[in-house]
């Protein structure tokens, strides 16, 4: 069965994209660590992130530097940080959450919540720097 990001890339369950090309796809993670928090994942469905091929592997840093770049002008932050976990979601991703302090960054925080409204605007406000 489809893994719920390979879904996401198909349009078969909604997100608030960010951006995407032929290999890649970012959408803001739906229970954010902070706001602006973004998955980065290959179309490639693939579990674990260290069994992807090289160059794979690395046009998937390629492309998650853009989306920092585009969080960190549109997100009021003193750092984007990158993660991999993968504990929850079987398919590859990387995700950058914007912090200002060591606090912010513990996926144990309870999440932020976000309205609809909210989360457009965020996901819109860094799709117009990337
Ligand atoms: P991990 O697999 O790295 O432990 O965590 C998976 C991440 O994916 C979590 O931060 C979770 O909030 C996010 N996530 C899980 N399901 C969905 C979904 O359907 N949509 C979005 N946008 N994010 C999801």
Known sequence: MASIFTRIINGEIPCYKIAEDDRYFAFLDINPVTRGHTLVIPKQET???FDLEDDLLGGLHVFAKKVAHAIDKAVQCERVTMAVVGLEVPHAHIHLIPINSMREYSFA????????EEFEEIAANIRKNF
């Open 47 to 49: 579990d674990n992130i």
């Open 109 to 116: 925080n309870p999440k932020v919540q976000l309205s609809k």
